[in-house]
């Protein structure tokens, strides 16, 4: 399990259930052990395994519950909302081969918006980065990313081509705890459509993204704009839990799973 020893003992048990669902250990279809059994491997109360399964009904991993076992979904969401921060760790989930290439990253004054979101003062500075990410080799987003300096700085000691930010920074220490997200259509501007090989005006999905640490400070804001010919957005919300779980899907499977 790679969560945190500190994190409570239900994350870990469903990012490590994830991961073997991940990696075909629990391939699709497949019934996972009871949870007595679980109870012995992991050596734990039902409480903790409980916790991790339901996690896991709720994105839409595995099926079952009341009086049902518990058995992994025929086709597997492709992210959750726990990874939705990560473009690399979603690719990768997916079986494509995730890419960057860093146009800058700078320091400088912040544009209206990332000022604002990030509750920066007049004269303030952010660390921008700039980059175009790739699957399997082919441009899928633009990257526009604002940190505060406490953060930004340790990127000028990471090679920003050489895989995912967030990944470095949680090495690094920094608490990036939750984020909001915001998904609306925009039309490619001219850099972009240069960027992503496409027309200018061609439509984009826009994420903007407000990275905060546990105890509320705004660290990050990110704008980053998909091609939507190779993903989309989809997000489930369930009475019983408000939270959305967000999911990004390739087109190319051109379809929506349950």
Known sequence: MTTQQSAPLHLRLSEEFGRRISDGSWPPGFQLPSEAELC??????????????AALR??????????????VRAAVPSQS???????TEWAVG??????QKTLEVALREPGTEAAEQLGLAAGSK??????????????????????????GRLLFDFDTDSGSIFA???ANGVDLHGARHTIDAVAASEEDAELLNQAPGTPLLRERRL?????????EYSEDCYLPSLTNFT?????????ALVRIHTESTNETHD
């Open 235 to 243: 997000i489930d919300n369930t009475v019983d839990r408000r939270a």
């Open 126 to 151: 952010v660390v921008e980065v700039l980059r175009v990410r790739f699957l399997d080799g082919t441009p899928a987003m633009i990257e526009r990313t604002s940190f505060v300096p406490e953060v």
């Open 211 to 219: 990275t905060s640490s546990a105890d509320g400070q705004p660290l």
């Open 168 to 170: 470095f920074l949680k």
């Open 81 to 87: 909302f726990s990874t939705f921060n990560s473009f």
């Open 40 to 53: 012995r491997e992991f050596g734990t109360s039902r409480g903790p395994i409980r916790q991790a399964l």
């Open 58 to 71: 709720a994105e839409g991993v595995l099926t079952g519950g009341r009086g049902r076992s518990p058995m």
């Open 94 to 99: 997916i079986g494509k081969v995730p890419g």
